[in-house]
């Protein structure tokens, strides 16, 4: 389906950005909430949510559901103007945005790094959740490359069909990938209760586990219920959450792709269907605490990633449980490829388009943004085959925290340009570098590594929030302290290359072309209004 992709919707430009990674910016609604569901409810979340409820509870795992219910009217209200700027400006990127925005290629700069950094072990996470499958299969065998073969040629073909088909093979599999996943939940929701002994057993059994002490703090294993002494880490995660979530990359490349500002707005409605979707998903960590299943590696160690692939190979017939590991591998198949085009968009357009190449045509663009998506994964096959998994988590839970980050630029420059760019860089700078030394400073009390945690006390208080949340308000606060500065200095603005009217134009109003129009102007990079 992947390499058959090339061929579908396709106005015959595989080598022009518009095509190749936003898909000719033509999906309608149908074809949208598909793509947006395969690209925001990844593999790893079909692993990983479960698997947070297993080993600690709630605040570290249902947190995800109302966190992706608090998103949808956030995207609902701003990223309609980000398309309708964009198509009237052929943006491809959100740094592209702000970069016309703000007049800034430095800024413009900050929010491409950001992204790619944010995103790359996003994508290695993918490969993690499929390697937990591989593993429960027993495919692979005892030497490094017989171990490894599995997972090398699974990447291998993404990145083939990725190359090949661009934004169109990951919309068209993210049909299977989600038809897959609701019948695997809906089945698992209605059929392991039944056999575990009912959701009453079900609870009190996660009740007890997440109550005995952790040997290595003496305090109470996880949270089956927070108390008033998580209440603000639960908000603060949930919240920092819904505003990162539409911050990534690939979810700004999945709603670019659509053809009118209405069918963002209208998946914004139709999205939250997957939250309820997702809080079902992570009640079977509980179920795999009932189950009593072995989470142990093949290197002998406890790998909470293992329960959920563990609980159906042991309680689903072989059949079922070979559909529930082909819908979390073709899950990983699907935001994998969609993170990789963005990452390598970023590249394209604000680093070699604006630092390197700056008479760049639509074609070498392209060119440059297919390599870039290879060099991408290679980096993510690297960080799982290479690297302690740890490493991998650490980085993701880093990635939020910096990505959040570029919410000023981005989303209060879709509404007002009173941010001064340079405070902008500069509050970006310092709520990067808070950040990075607050995830640092938490220790995993079990490993006693450092990055054991995103959640941290404010500073100069007892009270443990989001370490995004925090940087992102000292980022506000030092944007705010320097504009006030920088405009009493009368330091020069950029150029704003935007109109008022560019924030609210849909398709068919003056200056928003479609694809045979930018090309006839020589591509997306030099399509203005």
């Known amino acids: 389906m992947g390499f058959m992709a090339s061929r579908w919707r396709s106005a015959g430009h595989l080598d022009n ?15 949208t909430w598909f793509l947006l569901g395969g690209d925001l409810y990844t593999a790893y979340t079909f692993i990983a949510v479960p698997a947070a409820m ?46 016309g925005r703000y007049g800034s290629k430095a800024l413009s700069l900050a929010v491409a790094v950001t992204g790619i950094l944010a995103t790359m072990p996003y994508i290695a996470l993918q490969l993690v959740g499929m390697q937990a499958v591989f593993e429960t299969m027993g495919l692979g065998g005892n030497n490094t490359l017989a171990k490894d073969l599995p997972l090398l040629i699974a990447f291998a073909v993404l990145a083939a069909y990725t190359y090949s088909s661009g934004l169109r093979a990951p919309a068209m599999i993210a049909f299977v990938k989600d038809i897959l996943i609701y019948l695997v939940i809906l089945v698992a929701i209605f059929y392991l209760p039944h056999v575990l002994g009912g959701w009453d057993s079900i609870f009190g059994a996660a009740q007890e586990k997440l109550a005995k002490p952790n040997p290595a703090t003496g305090k109470p294993t996880g949270t089956f219920i927070p108390g008033e002494a998580g209440y603000v880490s639960y908000w603060t995660l949930a919240l920092g959450s819904a505003m990162a979530l539409f911050m990534y990359p690939h ?62 190979d042991q309680e689903f017939p072989s059949w079922f449980a070979g559909i529930a590991f082909a819908a979390i591998a073709v899950g990983a198949l699907v935001p994998a490829a969609i993170m990789s085009i963005a990452a390598a968009n970023l590249f394209t357009r604000n680093i070699y388009r604006d630092f390197i190449k700056k008479d760049a045509t639509p074609a070498q663009e392209a060119k440059v943004s297919k390599l870039a998506s290879l060099l991408v994964k290679v980096g993510a096959l690297v960080f799982v085959l290479g690297m302690d998994k740890t490493v991998a988590l650490n980085l993701q839970l880093l990635g939020g925290i910096w990505i959040l980050q570029t919410f000023p630029a981005i989303v209060v420059g879709l509404y007002t340009r009173w941010f001064h760019r340079y405070a902008l860089l500069a509050g970006w700078a310092v709520a990067m570098l808070f950040g990075t ?57 950029g150029k704003d290359s935007t109109h008022p009217t560019d924030f609210v134009a849909d398709r068919g109003d003056p200056g928003v072309k479609d694809l045979p129009e930018i090309l006839d102007d020589g591509g997306a990079a030099t399509a203005k209004s």
Do not use: C
């Open 17 to 31: 950005l518009d095509e190749w990674g936003l898909g000719g910016r033509s999906f309608g609604t149908f074809i």
């Open 437 to 493: 030394i607050s995830a640092y400073n938490v220790v995993n009390p079990a490993t006693k590594k450092h990055f054991g945690g995103s959640i941290a006390n404010i500073p100069g208080t007892e009270t443990p929030a989001y370490i995004a949340l925090t940087a992102f308000v000292l980022n506000l606060v030092v944007v705010i302290a320097l504009t006030f500065l920088f405009r009493a200095l009368k330091v020069p603005d």
């Open 54 to 99: 297993y080993a600690t509870g709630a605040i570290s795992g249902f947190f995800a559901v109302p966190y992706t219910i608090v998103a949808y009217p956030i995207v609902f209200m701003f990223m309609a103007r980000l398309w309708s700027v964009s198509h009237r400006h052929g943006y491809v990127t959100p740094a592209d945005f702000v970069g």
């Open 251 to 312: 979810s700004v490349t999945a709603v670019l792709s659509t053809k009118t500002r209405n069918v963002v707005r209208r998946n914004a409605t139709l999205l939250p269907a997957y939250s309820l979707l997702l809080g079902l998903l992570a009640l079977l960590g509980f179920m795999a605490i009932k189950a009593n299943v072995n989470v142990k590696g093949l290197d002998g160690l406890a790998n909470p990633q293992l329960a959920i692939p563990r609980l159906f």
